[in-house]
């Protein structure tokens, strides 16, 4: 599969790196290294186990050839320095060339005109980074997508810094459609693309894998979730049924009564809680019976039988 783009900022022999990630343009170094973890850990071969070796292969090639020199390139003082500064001159140059600019993505046709330049443009790379390695073989044609909103967006910041002012970006009437003018026209509130928190992303992702019972990776998203918002209750709920899943049953109860204490109504912290308080009741019952001196100081035995989590789940461990 060929990973060459020829679009947007592409299209002018750049290399976008803030398109291959899909920040913005203006993201920091911390924004940067917590979006290319999150790649890195999608791309990963240890991650995509039930993958074809067609996809393993083409998710590798993604990784080294596109994902780590633009992280290589973000990521070191200097050389983000150096690129930024060569963004901000080619935003420049093309807005006194914005005749030629030629846009094909409908999100780019609406943040020339877009009122909030910085919302819209933000919220709509956002909602792309969910979906964005989604299907591997359309990550070239999303990349462009998103160059082409880097490219408007460089363009409608040096245009407010040359003439005070945000003047919509000329689109080359070849490449438009009779529907142009709609395409064009300002999007009402609703038509935003919404934008979720960090943690709301790593919940999402982390239930995807609790569903696909990929509890150590699940766990990981939900650690990185709480350390970002460390109240959230949808995190401590879903990290006690890892937990619980992983038959430690203290961790799970933990999460679960503060899952509770943030929302009295938890339903998954109401219908646990009670059992595995029952269940560490008998643990402990169990611990006392066979550690007395009756039972020559024994301690339980909680490796077989399917261990707690087995008596809680009917005895299947999942």
């Not at 791309?43 to 050839?65: F, G, N, T």
């Not at 009122?115 to 819209?120: E, V």
């Not at 999303?142 to 003439?163: P, T």
Request: hydrophobic share 40%.
């Amino acid at each position: 599969m060929s990973l060459r783009i020829d679009r947007g900022l592409f299209k002018y022999d750049f290399i976008d790196h803030h398109a291959v990630l899909c920040v913005a343009v203006d993201a920091d170094v911390k924004d940067i290294r917590k979006r290319y973890l999150s790649i890195a850990r999608r791309l990963h071969p240890d991650s995509r186990v039930a993958a074809s070796e067609a996809e393993k292969q083409l998710s590798s090639e993604l990784l080294s050839k596109l994902v780590n020199p633009a992280y290589e390139k973000l990521s070191l003082e200097r050389t983000r320095t150096e690129y930024i500064l060569v963004l901000s001159q080619m935003g420049k140059r093309l807005v006194q060339e914005s005749s030629a600019v030629e846009l094909h993505s409908n999100l780019a046709k609406q943040l020339a005109n877009a009122p909030n330049i910085d919302l819209f443009y933000k919220s709509a790379i956002a909602k792309i980074a969910e979906t964005q390695f989604d299907a591997l073989q359309q990550v070239p044609q999303v990349i462009a997508q998103i160059s082409e909103l880097n490219l408007v967006y460089l363009m409608r910041i040096a245009g407010q810094s040359l003439a005070g002012s945000t003047p919509p970006a000329k689109i080359n009437p070849s490449t438009t459609t009779p529907n142009a003018a709609k395409n064009l026209a300002p999007p009402p509130p609703a038509a935003l693309p919404k934008e979720d928190s960090a943690a709301e992303q790593y919940i999402r992702r982390a239930q995807t894998l609790i569903d696909k019972n990929q509890l150590a990776q699940a766990k990981v998203e939900l650690q990185d979730a709480l350390k970002l918002e460390p109240k959230n209750s949808r995190s401590h709920s879903l990290i006690a049924m890892v937990y619980l899943r992983q038959n430690q049953l203290k961790m799970a109860k933990i999460h679960f009564d503060n899952a509770l204490k943030l929302n009295p109504k938890d339903e998954s912290a109401l219908e646990w809680i009670p059992k595995i308080e029952k269940a560490l009741g008998r643990q402990s019952g169990a611990s006392q019976v066979n550690s007395s001196p009756k039972n020559g100081g024994k301690q339980p035995d909680n490796t077989g039988g399917g261990g707690l989590f087995g008596g809680l789940f009917g005895g299947k461990k999942k």
